[in-house]
């Protein structure tokens, strides 16, 4: 037996599209795991975001990986989970329009969970403690730095 492969972890590769605060934007890969910790199913781009470590891997091509600093993402694009965010979208989702501090905007719908009688977005966003904060449109997430939102609006 290959004593390499025994140490292995099996890797999920998932493109994406990381907007640093610069406005640079790399187009490439994530590799992630899979299964997480907290649950039996394959990690999101949003978990590896969301872990402590202040650095992850991203692969732009076959031949060259950058250690990409977290705090210096402003957001990451990529494929909902399964390519159908519906399924995962608590009844509480609530469209929202994000302002960047660098002026972008980002329009799509943020997993609200219901609590009682009324879903409040600033009770959501006072509360939310992790970095990245998941937007929803069609089959597409935004994950966006949440200490880089500048303001943030409920669409009707």
Same mark, same amino acid.
């Given at each position: 037996?290959? *004593?390499?492969?025994? +140490?292995?972890? /099996?890797? #999920?590769?998932?493109?994406?599209?990381?907007? #640093?605060?610069?406005?640079?934007?790399?187009?490439?890969?994530?590799?992630?795991?899979?299964? *997480?910790?907290?649950?039996?199913?394959? $990690? /999101?781009?949003?978990?590896?975001?969301?872990?402590?470590?202040? @650095?992850?891997?991203? @692969? #732009?091509?076959?031949?060259?990986? %950058? #250690?990409?600093?977290?705090?210096?993402?402003?957001?990451? /694009?990529?494929?909902?989970?399964?390519?159908?965010?519906?399924?995962?979208?608590?009844?509480?989702?609530?469209?929202? /329009?994000? *302002? &960047?501090?660098?002026?972008?905007?980002?329009?799509?719908?943020?997993? &609200?969970?219901?609590?009682?009688?009324? *879903?409040?977005?600033?009770?959501?966003?006072?509360?939310?403690?992790?970095?990245?904060?998941?937007? +929803?449109?069609?089959? $597409?997430?935004?994950?966006?730095?949440? %200490? %880089?939102?500048?303001?943030?609006? $409920? %669409?009707?």
């Amino acid at each position: 037996m290959d *004593t390499i492969r025994l +140490f292995r972890v /099996e890797k #999920l590769r998932r493109a994406v599209r990381v907007v #640093l605060i610069d406005g640079r934007r790399l187009e490439g890969d994530v590799f992630l795991a899979e299964r *997480t910790r907290a649950r039996a199913e394959p $990690q /999101e781009p949003i978990d590896l975001l969301n872990e402590e470590a202040p @650095f992850f891997p991203f @692969f #732009l091509n076959e031949q060259e990986v %950058l #250690l990409v600093a977290k705090q210096h993402v402003s957001r990451v /694009e990529t494929a909902a989970p399964d390519g159908d965010p519906s399924s995962d979208m608590p009844d509480g989702a609530m469209a929202v /329009e994000i *302002t &960047l501090i660098d002026g972008s905007a980002i329009s799509g719908f943020v997993p &609200l969970e219901k609590r009682g009688e009324q *879903t409040r977005l600033l009770d959501f966003l006072n509360g939310y403690a992790k970095r990245f904060i998941p937007v +929803f449109w069609g089959e $597409q997430v935004c994950l966006v730095n949440r %200490l %880089l939102i500048a303001s943030v609006s $409920q %669409l009707t």
